[in-house]
């Protein structure tokens, strides 16, 4: 039998049972439309957060220097040099006091930040530009200032070129930055070229933090693992010194991140496959009805030449249409509900973010590789649960399923 006349038949029976056919496959629609939102909602949880956290910045390393050798603002320069693997190394120095414009002061931090920090950290300026080269070495009394920072001490006045005190000296205000993820939104957070928060804010030569991009190309593990017995040998390191030398990059965590969400989804996705289970059950419940009525059917058939391999793969056929079916009506709704569920999520968290909580947007993923993975779990189904009533069809005897009433 063509499989164009397969197809034909299939559509008729289960047109012929149209009401039956849509209650039978509405587990289906529900556990396939679960599954598929549970998956685009995490997937937008989890690259939300990755970029929230700067975890999508597989490249950088952070590097931590603590006791007695604490790192120095020419250090930069000689590390640079000394580990060609990464295309930029940059440190901070964090300082805190009151900055002030004409009308409002505020608390907040005074970070110093060497040449591509902002590259490194992955922070945007969205009005202004960064730090030139010279401004740095020369000490100059330039800012940043982040958003909520700006807004604070300016309002909703344009806040580039103003003029803004820390510590007394005025500072000329020449890019805003995004906030970032832990921003408070009453404080100030400010930011200055690093030999300018050395000589003006924090008093010391010193060094905070220091982080590196990496290369492209360059293996993340085995550079961690250099950086980490370079920095040893540079600063001569031993006992508790050494001990507390930290060097990470944002592979493991990302790596660390992954694992947790994917067991997460698990979780969540087997709880949502229940209905799967239970729609499949409905699938044989109905299609074992549906052998039950065309017993006469299926003998008329045998009695025309049908082989069982033919019955069988008919009611096959028919289960999987039915479970097919069931399976684009639940990622179309999967979906949908995923970008509505998204939604109130992403206003929850923005409400929360104005009381200084962590502001996320969500936006679901559409993984093409979990529309597959659906797809294919409609078929399983079919097959699973209607080979049992597509064999018991094919195994009636003709002669008897004749004289059936």
Request: proline share 2%.
């Amino acid at each position: 039998m063509r499989l164009r006349d397969l197809l034909g038949e299939t559509w008729e029976a289960l047109d012929a049972n149209r009401g039956r056919s849509l209650l039978t496959v509405l587990g289906i629609v529900i556990g396939i439309s679960a599954v598929i939102a549970m998956t685009a909602l995490i997937g937008g949880v989890r690259q939300g957060l990755m970029t929230q956290m700067g975890l999508d910045r597989s490249r950088v390393v952070t590097m931590g220097v603590y006791g007695s050798q604490q790192p120095k603002v020419e250090d930069l320069a000689k590390l640079q040099k000394g580990m060609p693997e990464y295309e930029y190394i940059t440190g901070s120095s964090m300082g805190t006091g009151k900055v002030a414009s004409e009308t409002k002061s505020s608390d907040g931090s005074i970070t110093g930040v060497a040449s591509h920090y902002f590259d490194v950290t992955g922070q945007k300026l969205v009005r202004g530009r960064d730090f030139t080269t010279g401004e740095d070495d020369t000490a100059s009394t330039v800012v940043i200032l982040d958003q909520s920072g700006a807004h604070n001490l300016f309002g909703d006045g344009a806040a580039l070129g103003q003029t803004v005190r820390i510590q007394g000296i005025e500072y000329t205000v020449v890019g805003i930055l995004e906030d970032g993820q832990m921003s408070d939104p009453k404080s100030v957070n400010a930011y200055v070229p690093l030999h300018t928060c050395v000589q003006r804010v924090t008093g010391y030569d010193s060094v905070d933090s220091l982080a590196g991009m990496v290369r492209e190309g360059e293996d993340i593990d085995s550079v961690v693992k250099e950086t980490k017995s370079y920095l040893t040998s540079y600063y001569h390191l031993t006992g508790e010194d050494a001990d507390n030398l930290y060097v990470s990059s944002t592979k493991s965590m990302i790596d660390s991140f992954n694992s947790v969400m994917f067991a997460f989804q698990l979780l969540m996705t087997s709880i949502a496959s229940i209905s799967l289970v239970v729609g499949g059950i409905g699938i044989m419940n109905m299609m074992l009805t549906n052998v039950t009525e065309r017993i006469r059917e299926i003998g008329l058939r045998k009695a025309l030449g049908a082989r069982r391999s033919d019955i069988t793969r008919q009611f096959l056929l028919e289960s999987v249409c039915l479970t097919l079916a069931g399976g684009a009506i639940g990622i179309v709704l999967g979906y949908l509900g995923a970008f509505a569920l998204s939604g109130v999520a992403t206003s929850m968290l923005a409400s929360a973010g104005s009381d200084g909580g962590l502001s996320l947007t969500i936006t679901p993923v559409i993984d093409p590789v979990a529309v597959l993975v659906a797809t294919g779990i409609c078929v399983l189904i079919g097959v699973v649960f209607g080979y049992y009533p597509a064999r018991r069809a094919a195994r009636l005897d003709p002669v008897e399923s004749l004289h059936y009433q």
